[in-house]
């Protein structure tokens, strides 16, 4: 047996114990070693459930009901499986794909057709062991302490969606939010593309932190930033605050490009007749493709710099609802929270 967050519903997470997964083929058992929460996971508790498989069977995984949560996890391999050694440490993308259907052979490994996430739609890493597929594994590089590698899965997310952004050589990009998704995307445009980057939020400790992780240049939000920064070829709004999506559009210049990566608590309102005479093109991004974002996340999480500013803390299973859940939920968490599941309050 062991230790879990389980979900049961609305505001319902509970602490128990479960019994300890047993790999399938091709599966590896891990000792989580830590486990981080995002605003997903803040979602199901507050206002769920949406992705957790709770009253409708998933189809990709088949789980229905009751569920472990969590999908952003390291952990230690138990015994030998799947090239991988009894003491390896590893990241997890969680994204599980079949690797055979026309997405998977596209490379879109992200967009599979029996796609499900562990945490989301199958038992996940928020427990002291977890099964996952040797697929969604990648070593921890020597020298990467479990707390900074804790950030692999959505930095890998942020390095995915600043490949969707399209951004070439000159180009002048602009990053709409400067909250952990939005670091996470500038983490990526700077490690991909030789670009000016400019950041928009409200002044504090986040631009701060913004220009520290490299932005060429930061906006207030409280300013006219529409005027600041119009005529950009590349906007990316990774915020979900009202209007910003709006504020792309008419940011960005004619014929360039619009990246929604922020998932917005109301229906944008999307001028389609000045899209169309603009010819502004608009894109999208989920997940990440793990074969091809995952180990590079993990390299630029080597360096250092990025962990020690986007970790908020470490906390164990027993404080995840109200130092972790409820904090991440009232927008209190500039960073990442972390569970270390051996920890005891």
């Not at 060429?216 to 009202?242: L, Q, Y």
């Amino acid at each position: 047996m062991m230790r879990a967050a389980v979900y049961h519903g609305r505001r319902d997470v509970r602490i128990e114990h479960v019994p300890t997964p047993r790999p399938r083929s091709g599966e590896v058992l891990l000792a989580v070693r830590r486990s981080g929460i995002c605003g997903s996971d803040a979602t199901e508790w507050a206002a769920g459930p949406k992705m957790v498989p709770l009253t409708r069977r998933h189809p990709g995984s088949g789980h229905l009901g009751p569920m472990v949560i969590g999908h952003e996890f390291v952990g230690e391999v138990v015994e030998s499986a799947s090239g991988f050694a009894a003491g390896d440490l590893v990241a997890s993308g969680a994204g599980v794909s079949c690797g055979q259907c026309d997405r998977c052979r596209e490379g879109r490994t992200n967009l599979c057709r029996g796609y499900y996430t562990l945490g989301l739609n199958a038992p996940g890493g928020l427990a002291e062991y977890v099964a996952a597929p040797a697929g969604t594994l990648r070593r921890i590089p020597d020298g990467v302490s479990l707390d900074h590698a804790g950030l692999a899965q959505p930095l890998a997310v942020g390095l995915h969606a600043a490949r969707r952004a399209g951004v070439r050589p000159g180009d002048s990009v602009v990053v709409i939010g400067a909250g952990a998704i939005g670091s996470f995307v500038l983490a990526g445009l700077r490690h991909l593309h030789d670009a000016e980057v400019t950041v928009i939020d409200f002044a504090g400790d986040k631009l701060e932190r913004a220009k520290r992780l490299g932005a060429a240049r930061t906006v207030d939000a409280a300013d006219d930033v529409v005027e600041a920064v119009r005529g950009a070829d590349v906007v990316i709004e990774a915020s979900g605050a009202p209007g910003q999506f709006e504020n792309a559009v008419r940011m960005v210049t004619d014929g360039g490009r619009v990246l929604a990566v922020g998932l917005p608590k109301q229906a944008p309102t999307v001028d389609l007749f000045g899209l169309v005479l603009r010819e502004i093109t608009v894109e999208s991004t989920v997940a990440h493709v793990c074969g091809e974002d995952l180990a590079p996340a993990l390299d630029i999480l080597a360096a250092g710099v990025l962990g020690r500013e986007l970790l908020d803390s470490v906390i164990g299973l027993d404080d995840l609802t109200d130092r972790g859940l409820a904090r991440l939920a009232a927008g209190e968490v500039d960073g990442k929270v972390l569970i270390d599941p051996g920890r005891r309050s």
